[in-house]
Structure formats: structure tokens, C-alpha cells
């Protein structure tokens, strides 16, 4: 071959080497350049394409170390047979090429977000240092499976105070999230059990409960609540609920329902109610309400709660509350696990709780939410009777409800368009709904979102769906 001709970007920011041996692999593997063909020598190419001979050497040495090309010592450069790995390269770029882009996010109403801006670092920071200072080679070893005991101490003391609920240190587990705590407990509950899970709900969960290959199913929500008339039709005998605040309609499960509840848990030995309290430290209006777990007196309840709400999601700090007829099994088969939160998370916890600093940033944080909240009715207000909100009494989510002509999920990848990210309720549910409505159901989670955005980004997001003003 006399010479290669290629069109190479001086001021790219690729260099001029790997852009050479970009083209001229590309021309081996689609066969421009055939097998065995003899490339120019460095120098002429190196004049016919003006660059330096060390450009072309470069691109060259490359070659040959991916096997494209083979140097024949004072006669020259050949072209190798790479049948195979031109097949490799040319699928690589077809899976690239179908890739659709994503677009960018810059409104995010994800349920899971906190406000990050008034975590409490310094104070954090200083609890960090102690827990180093004096702690040291102790918190090198291997702590309690069940968790520290000086955090256990705390929450059981704190959960008293802010949920009524009475229970010692020994009945709290702790563990890296609630999603690594449900397999735990799926195992305290031994084989053949069937979970009833609310419908819609809280994905994850369904998710490993059929992960680990046990029998679900699906229960109604209504504004109560769970029904507890189908889950008492069905053969469930362990109930997975959100009683306080349900995931994702923001039902409060009524008191008639927890006491049907607590006797549906009551009629037989086998049966139980995980009870998850994720975000139950957030509520705006009313008193707070009552844990299932201390209204219970026959011990069916297990009670679970998590910190990704009411400090953050990364911590992975999550707890459950045994009640003692599942101890003894519990010492059983876990006491050879070792807990899965690093002890110095823990200890640097408890102290933040022990000082109370956990309950001022409660406090702190209702307040930061409870006005976005209140941004964020009066932005929608301007769109009633279009638009309805629902659940916004607790939490860090709301429902919206809009009366739209386009279903939920094209309204949802308009406003992805838009850079908006929000979900429709449908993708909660574990079974397709049928009912054809005018009305769109929407999960808007507002914790992630700056006060001062709350107003402009709910006007973007009407505007995207073309909901004009009422008010
Ligand atoms: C219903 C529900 N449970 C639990 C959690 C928290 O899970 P984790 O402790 O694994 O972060 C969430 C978080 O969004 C939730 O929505």
C-alpha cells in the first residue's frame, strides 16, 4: 500500500497517535486495509500526513500489540488476519450505538432523596474524631452480631420517647438497611410462610421477597390502608405494612384496621405483622400515630425502621425490633453472623443520639420540610381542581394526582424530557392496574428538592405537561 490517507483533528483533545490508530484499525477490521497488505513506512507517512515519525510509531506499536498489525524486522508492517476480533469490535459498537442517551436530570422528585444541605457535618465530624480518639484498637475488632449495644441502648431509649414502644437493647437488631434485614428475617420465620405485601407498595421489598423465592401476595390500598378483608380471604399468614405512612400513597392505616390487624396476627401461632416505620419521624399535622408494635400484645409484631430517611440513606443503618417469643430463635441461628455496620458508624450514632443531637435534627428537619411542603401545596394550589395532592400529612413524598389526557407514564417521559424526573404510581403496583381513569397518579418525593426550586420546578413540570393556571 503506497500511502493511508486520514482526516486527523490537530486541536482534538485525543492525540494525534491514537487517533492514527483509531482509523487504522478501524480500516482493518471493515477490510479496507486487506490482510497481508504492507503499510507505508513510518517515514513516508509520517511526511504524507505531516506529523511526526514518533506520531507514527505510536500509533504503530499499538497495532502490533493488539495483534492488528505484525513488524517484519527491515522489511516492514503487515496486515494480521483478526477475523475474530474484528467480529469482538464490530459488536461493541453496535451495543454502543443502540444505547439511548440519558437525559440529564436537573429536577429529581425521587422519593429517597434528603435535604443534604442541612446535615449537621460538623457535628458529625466532631463524633467521627471521638469515636477514633476513644475508641481506638477496640472498635478494630469484631463487635456484637446484633450491633453495638451502646446504639441499641439508644434507639431502644428513643423509640420509647417517639413511638411507645417498649422494648430492651436485646430485641434490637441492627443491620445495613432494611433490604438486609428482610432476608434475616425471612429466615427467622423459617420455610413455607406467605407473605401478604401492600399493593401498591414498596418495591424493594416485593423484590426480595420473590429474590428469595417466597410466596407473595399482592394486597389493595386504599385511603385506610391496607384490606384487611382480602388479606384475611387469602392463605398470607406473615403481612408486610407501612401502617403510618404507607409506601407510596401516604394512607395512615385506620384504628379499626390495626385493631382487625393486630387480631387477623392474633388468630393463629404462625402468624405475624412486619411492621415498617421508615419515615414515621416526619409528620406535619396531628399527633404522631401510634406504632402498630405498641398496641400489640400478643407479640406478632416485628417492628423494622431504617436512618435513610431521618439522616441519610448512605449511612446503611437500619434496625429491627424482636418481640421475645422470636429471640431464643434468633440467638439460634444468627450469633455466628457478625453484624454488617461498621462498629465506628455505630458508636459515632450513638453518641450523635446519646447527646441529642439526633432529636434536634429531627426537629430541625421537620421544620426544613414541613415548608417545602408547604411550598409545594401552595405551587399546586394555582392548578385545582386539575391537580390533587394526597398523603402530604407525613413523610418526605406526596401523591399527585393530575386529570390528563395522556397516560402516566408518556406525562412521565414528557417531564423527562424537561429534565424532570418523576414517577407514576403504577410503577409501584405488583399487578397492572386495569382501571382506565382520567386520573394520573404521581409519587413526588420533594425531600432532595431546595426550598427556594420547590415553586419553579412545579410550575416547569405544568408547564411541561401543558396544565394551565386556575387560580
Ligand atoms: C417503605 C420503605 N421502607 C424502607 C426504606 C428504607 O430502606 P433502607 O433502610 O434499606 O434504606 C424506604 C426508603 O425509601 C422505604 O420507602
Redesign the pocket.
Not at 177 to 181: H, I, K, N, S
Given at each position: 500500500m503506497d500511502m493511508l490517507m486520514f482526516q486527523l483533528e490537530k486541536n482534538s483533545s485525543i492525540p494525534l497517535y491514537e487517533q492514527l490508530y483509531k482509523e487504522i484499525k478501524k480500516s482493518i477490521i471493515e477490510g479496507v486495509i486487506p490482510v497481508h497488505t504492507k503499510l507505508p513506512s513510518k517515514r513516508k507517512l509520517a511526511e504524507f500526513l505531516m506529523l511526526s515519525q514518533t506520531t507514527i510509531e505510536l500509533a504503530y506499536a499499538q497495532l502490533v500489540a493488539e495483534g492488528y498489525i505484525i513488524a517484519k524486522p527491515r522489511i516492514g508492517y503487515f496486515v494480521e488476519d483478526v477475523e475474530d476480533l474484528a467480529y469482538i469490535e464490530t459488536k461493541k459498537a453496535v451495543i454502543s450505538s443502540i444505547k439511548e442517551p440519558s437525559p440529564t436530570i436537573e429536577i429529581d422528585f425521587h422519593?429517597?432523596h434528603i435535604d443534604t444541605a442541612s446535615f449537621p457535618f460538623t457535628i458529625w465530624r466532631k463524633y467521627a474524631k471521638d469515636a477514633i480518639d476513644f475508641h481506638e484498637k477496640d472498635l478494630l475488632l469484631i463487635g456484637s452480631p446484633q450491633g453495638e449495644f451502646s446504639l441499641r441502648e439508644e434507639i431502644a431509649h428513643y423509640l420509647y420517647q417517639s413511638r411507645g414502644i417498649h422494648c430492651s437493647p436485646e430485641q434490637i437488631v441492627i443491620g445495613s438497611?432494611?433490604?438486609?434485614?428482610l432476608p434475616m428475617m425471612m429466615k427467622l420465620f423459617g420455610d413455607y410462610n406467605v407473605y401478604a405485601i401492600e399493593n401498591p407498595?414498596?418495591k424493594?421489598?416485593h423484590h426480595i421477597f420473590t429474590q428469595y423465592y417466597q410466596k407473595t401476595i399482592a394486597i389493595d390500598v386504599d385511603e385506610d390502608g391496607i384490606n384487611i378483608h382480602d388479606l384475611e380471604c387469602t392463605q398470607a399468614n406473615i403481612a408486610y405494612v407501612?401502617p403510618s405512612h404507607q409506601?407510596?400513597t401516604g394512607a395512615v392505616l385506620s384504628a379499626s384496621r390495626r385493631a382487625q390487624l393486630l387480631n387477623w396476627a392474633a388468630e393463629k401461632d404462625n402468624r405475624f405483622i412486619i411492621e415498617?416505620d421508615?419515615?414515621s419521624e416526619f409528620r406535619y399535622v396531628g399527633k404522631p400515630i401510634s406504632s402498630l408494635q405498641s398496641m400489640d400484645h400478643r407479640e406478632t409484631v416485628i417492628y423494622?425502621s431504617?436512618?435513610?430517611?431521618s439522616l441519610m440513606?448512605s449511612l446503611?443503618?437500619?434496625f429491627f425490633v424482636l418481640p421475645p417469643q422470636l429471640l431464643t430463635r434468633y440467638n439460634d441461628l444468627f450469633t455466628y453472623y457478625t453484624s454488617t455496620v461498621p462498629r465506628f458508624e455505630q458508636h459515632i450514632l450513638a453518641q450523635f443520639m446519646k447527646d441529642g443531637h439526633f432529636a434536634k435534627h429531627l426537629n430541625r428537619m421537620r421544620k426544613i420540610y414541613r415548608k417545602k411542603i408547604e411550598k409545594l401545596t401552595l405551587a399546586l394550589s394555582h392548578y385545582a381542581p386539575t391537580v390533587k395532592i394526597s398523603g402530604e400529612q407525613a413523610g418526605m413524598h406526596i401523591v399527585l394526582t393530575v386529570i390528563h389526557s395522556q397516560s402516566a407514564s408518556t406525562l412521565a417521559k414528557i417531564a423527562l424530557q424537561q429534565g424532570i424526573r418523576i414517577a407514576p404510581i403504577d410503577h409501584y403496583r405488583m399487578t397492572p392496574s386495569n382501571l382506565v381513569t382520567q386520573k394520573k397518579d404521581f409519587l413526588l418525593g420533594f425531600g432532595g428538592i431546595d426550598e427556594q426550586l420547590i415553586i419553579p420546578s412545579i410550575h416547569r413540570l405544568m408547564n411541561a405537561w401543558q396544565i394551565s393556571r386556575q387560580q
Open positions: 422519593p429517597g438497611g432494611t433490604e438486609q434485614l407498595g414498596y424493594l421489598t407501612t409506601f407510596p415498617d421508615y419515615d423494622i431504617t436512618f435513610s430517611k440513606p446503611r443503618i437500619a
